[in-house]
């Protein structure tokens, strides 16, 4: 569980690193939004 947070708050902070916009922040904290819910989700199934 904590491996998970961590690999979440370096994946978020690498793309709002390589984000050149708002709008362009915006879709990459979107993006890691889904890969968070998609984990999550995955996580759940295996349960």
């Known amino acids: 569980m904590r ?3 961590i690999i979440t708050l ?3 902070t690498m793309a709002l ?3 050149n916009t ?4 915006g ?3 979107s ?5 968070t819910t998609k984990a999550a989700d995955d996580v759940k199934k295996k349960m």
Do not use: Y
């Not at 708002?22 to 922040?25: D, I, K, P, S």
């Not at 993006?31 to 890969?35: E, L, P, Q, R, W």
């Open 31 to 35: 993006s890691v939004g889904k890969a």
């Open 27 to 29: 879709k990459d904290v």
């Open 22 to 25: 708002v709008a362009g922040a």
């Open 3 to 5: 491996t998970t947070a």
């Open 17 to 19: 690193a390589a984000c």
């Open 10 to 12: 370096v994946a978020a």
